[in-house]
């Protein structure tokens, strides 16, 4: 292990960190446009009517759309000049990559915004508050599916783990270093699922006590 | 005086045997001589009155007008700039020195990558210099000059630290490229993870910003690079491939004695030495031009025939591709579609054989890793579900761990692990590769299903109705409990097959990556890939449908 630190170049650890913020930022981006797709498809799906059919077709699309390829097909299958009104349209690596998880994180979202809909139709204020926790559970997948940015050049955090592990000699090196990423990665991941589960607990006490009060 | 007279008759004889027999390199004559008949003989048909109709030949047009038009490029640093108004570089100083040996002045026109080829081939200017390498495909678009001037090869640029010696060093490493680059099918060839940008001048960037470990590209571009200390101290040339000579070129048409008259120059100029006082003025390499001065000295090749003799000069470089036995409907059907439906859909997957063979391994080995993704979902699921539905502590305990290492590991980093470990164990092969894909993601996603039949389990313990139970009974019933998380992991697992890729999978992404990497269509070529993907994962998606309402009613009927 002493070894292994001697090896690491000096910025490794302000460059992972940095990377980490990465995977963060473009989950919490992927996250934002799941959520303003995903509620819109949820509304126009609970509407019912060939809005609604509209929208589950499109739901089941973007369910099965794999991040990775979508990833490619934003960076390669959209002419480098073009635009829209003047915005320009061939995304970033690092939008590349976020937009590549809004498929997932929409498709997500809608099921969930359908349950919380249909809870809030059903007078169930508290039921529709489980939105939450499954928003927070989407975010944390997003930070982990943001690593594949690393295929196409997105300075992210598992981006800075590969590179340093490439300059290691020994495999044992290199396993002593994934290790430590699976468990900076972990530790975020973790902490986050036990926060989502008691806000779920505390959600379905409040629940319980809503229950038995009234009358 | 003996001695005298018996040199006087050697003289003799070897005058006659010259008079009779002259070597074969002495027939062509000089080819100073030969360049100054056909200036001579241009500028003789020069029309002697004003306001006549040009010469209908381009050199004579050229000498009687007194100017010659050059495509020079404007950035391509010690090749040609252009700032402030002065030209600079080893091809500008070429360009210059054409035209006074013409005896004419320059007249400079702005060419790019783009547009070099057409502007001549469209008589909107005389000759082009313009970086452009000579292959057998643009042979049929212009006439390129023999020999030619200069001779460029892609090299691998990466970190001093890095030890890259040869094709066996760049196996599934990441090598930044450029898109269309003819020489981008040897790193393919040779197993490399490529990363594709449209412009090279990125490339530099990249490689300090460590997202790319190596880059290819022509020695050319990165000799300015290479000129800078820092860039030098940080980065060395690894090793080249794919030389490829650079040739200037004029129309295939009304150029015939203009071409002739450029190919004696450029002999000229090798033989004497002007394109190497260039290259050093301008410090680009100089070993191809040591080699050529070399060459045109030889007696056999400094002849006015030189630009002939195959032993003289090089080939151009092969870049056609063997063409399938259906490439002709193939671009029969391109050729419909645009004409009928305004769609430009280009199939490169179709019309060569080396890009059809990257197509069907990749399309064979897609489907192979969705069914081997899907099986070992399932198997550890099952195994994993039973452990951590066991009462025993222990076994629970470790599947639980396991459990939590896989969901706290990115998949990317997964793969990683697996292939690297794989590679540890067998010989790497795109087996392998295959192999370590189908275990990680079997374990990402059979962890989090095989999680979800162990809670499924504990609850069903708790409930009074199946008390009694055995355990066998119980798993079942838990399999069906669990049945919408297993279909939606077993789904998870068949749309993460793409990422096998990173670990140097020969599966469908790859494989158009890399086919697009040296051909066109890029977009639709991405088109068909999001097409097939989402295809094949709704079929999968179907399938897990039919398997979780038959867990679901067997969990019902029992």
């Known amino acids: 292990m002493t070894g292994l630190l001697h090896q690491l170049d000096a910025d490794f650890l302000p460059q992972f960190l940095t990377g980490m913020t990465v995977n963060f930022e473009i989950a919490a981006v992927a996250l934002a446009l799941g959520l303003a797709l995903g509620l819109l498809l949820a509304w126009a799906r609970v509407g019912g009517g060939a809005a609604g059919v509209g929208a589950a077709s499109i739901i089941g699309l973007m369910r099965a759309a794999p991040t990775f390829v979508v990833m490619f097909f934003l960076l390669n299958a959209i002419p480098r000049g073009a635009n829209l009104f003047g915005v320009p349209l061939a995304p970033s690596g690092m939008m590349a990559v976020a937009v590549s998880l809004v498929p997932y994180s929409a498709a997500y979202i809608a099921d969930a915004g359908v349950a919380a809909i249909r809870q809030l139709r059903a007078r169930s204020p508290l039921g529709a508050l489980l939105f939450l926790p499954n928003v927070t559970r989407a975010f944390f997948v997003l930070v982990m599916s943001s690593g594949a940015g690393a295929a196409i050049g997105v300075n992210e955090g598992i981006a800075v783990l590969l590179r340093q592990a490439e300059l290691l000699p020994s495999l044992g090196d290199r396993l002593v270093l994934f290790a430590i990423g699976v468990a900076a990665f972990g530790i975020p991941l973790q902490i986050g699922f036990a926060l989502i589960k008691a806000l779920q607990r505390r959600l379905s006490r409040i629940m319980m006590r809503h229950h038995e009060e009234t009358p | 005086m003996d001695f005298r007279r018996i040199a006087c008759l050697l003289a003799c004889l070897l005058s006659c045997a010259l008079a009779v027999a002259p070597p074969a390199w002495a027939q062509g004559g000089s080819p100073d001589a030969e360049l100054r008949g056909v200036l001579d003989a241009a500028r003789a048909a020069c029309p002697l009155a004003p306001g006549a109709a040009p010469a209908a030949d381009r050199l004579t047009r050229i000498l009687c007008d007194n100017k010659i038009r050059i495509g020079l490029r404007d950035y391509y640093p010690l090749f040609a700039t252009h700032e402030n108004g002065q030209r600079q570089?080893?091809?500008?100083?070429?360009?210059?020195?054409?035209?006074?040996?013409?005896?004419?002045?320059?007249?400079?026109?702005?060419?790019?990558?783009?547009?070099?080829?057409?502007?001549?081939?469209?008589?909107?200017?005389?000759?082009?210099?313009?970086?452009?390498?000579?292959?057998?495909?643009?042979?049929?678009?212009?006439?390129?000059?023999?020999?030619?001037?200069?001779?460029?090869?892609?090299?691998?640029?990466?970190?001093?630290?890095?030890?890259?010696?040869?094709?066996?060093?760049?196996?599934?490493?990441?090598?930044?490229?450029?898109?269309?680059?003819?020489?981008?099918?040897?790193?393919?060839?040779?197993?490399?993870?490529?990363?594709?940008?449209?412009?090279?001048?990125?490339?530099?960037?990249?490689?300090?910003?460590?997202?790319?470990?190596?880059?290819?590209?022509?020695?050319?571009?990165?000799?300015?690079?290479?000129?800078?200390?820092?860039?030098?101290?940080?980065?060395?040339?690894?090793?080249?491939?794919?030389?490829?000579?650079?040739?200037?070129?004029?129309?295939?048409?009304?150029?015939?004695?203009?071409?002739?008259?450029?190919?004696?120059?450029?002999?000229?100029?090798?033989?004497?030495g002007v394109f190497l006082e260039f290259a050093r003025k301008h410090k680009v390499a100089t070993a191809f031009l040591e080699r050529q001065q070399a060459v045109w000295n030889r007696p056999d090749c400094?002849?006015?025939?030189?630009?002939?003799?195959?032993?003289?000069?090089?080939?151009?470089?092969?870049?056609?591709?063997?063409?399938?036995?259906?490439?002709?409907?193939?671009?029969?059907?391109?050729?419909?579609?645009?004409?009928?439906?305004?769609?430009?859909?280009?199939?490169?997957?179709?019309?060569?054989?080396?890009?059809?063979?990257?197509?069907?391994?990749?399309?064979?080995?897609?489907?192979?890793?969705?069914?081997?993704?899907l099986s070992a979902t399932l198997v550890l699921a099952l195994v994993l579900g039973a452990v951590q539905g066991s009462r025993s502590w222990l076994l629970h305990g470790a599947a639980r761990a396991l459990t939590v290492v896989l969901q706290s590991s990115p998949i990317v980093l997964t793969l990683v692990i697996a292939s690297a470990l794989s590679h540890a164990l067998f010989p790497a092969s795109a087996a392998t590769a295959i192999g370590a894909a189908i275990v990680a993601l079997g374990l990402t996603n059979g962890a989090n299903a095989g999680q979800a039949i162990g809670e499924a389990m504990a609850t069903l313990r708790a409930e009074p109705a199946t008390r009694g139970l055995g355990e066998a009974a119980l798993f079942s019933r838990a399999l069906g409990r669990s049945g919408s998380q297993i279909v939606a992991f077993l789904i998870n697992a068949a749309k993460g097959t793409p990422t096998a890729s990173f670990i140097g999978a020969p599966e469908l992404l790859t494989a158009l990556t890399d086919i697009t990497s040296f051909s066109s269509g890029r977009i639709t070529t991405y088109w068909l890939l999001l097409i097939f993907y989402i295809l094949v994962v709704m079929a999968v998606v179907w399938f897990c449908d039919r398997l979780r309402l038959r867990l679901e009613r067997s969990h019902a009927v029992a």
């Open chain 2, 89 to 272: 570089g080893f091809e500008v100083d070429v360009a210059h020195a054409i035209a006074a040996k013409l005896g004419v002045e320059p007249d400079f026109t702005r060419v790019n990558a783009a547009n070099r080829i057409v502007l001549v081939a469209e008589g909107r200017i005389d000759l082009t210099i313009a970086t452009m390498g000579h292959n057998t495909q643009r042979d049929g678009q212009v006439r390129f000059i023999r020999p030619h001037y200069y001779q460029s090869e892609t090299i691998l640029v990466g970190p001093r630290a890095l030890k890259v010696a040869s094709w066996a060093d760049v196996r599934e490493r990441t090598v930044c490229a450029t898109v269309g680059n003819g020489s981008n099918a040897d790193l393919v060839a040779h197993k490399a993870r490529l990363m594709l940008f449209d412009e090279a001048g990125v490339l530099p960037e990249h490689l300090r910003s460590e997202t790319c470990t190596l880059a290819a590209q022509d020695d050319s571009f990165f000799a300015a690079y290479f000129a800078d200390p820092a860039f030098a101290a940080a980065f060395v040339p690894k090793f080249g491939f794919a030389q490829v000579p650079w040739g200037m070129a004029v129309a295939r048409t009304g150029s015939d004695r203009l071409a002739h008259a450029l190919d004696l120059i450029s002999q000229i100029f090798h033989r004497d």
């Open chain 2, 302 to 373: 400094n002849t006015a025939t030189g630009a002939t003799n195959g032993a003289c000069i090089l080939p151009a470089l092969d870049t056609e591709l063997e063409p399938t036995t259906f490439a002709r409907p193939v671009a029969a059907f391109e050729k419909w579609v645009k004409a009928n439906l305004g769609v430009e859909l280009v199939l490169p997957m179709l019309k060569t054989a080396p890009a059809w063979s990257l197509f069907r391994t990749g399309v064979a080995t897609s489907l192979l890793l969705i069914a081997g993704a």
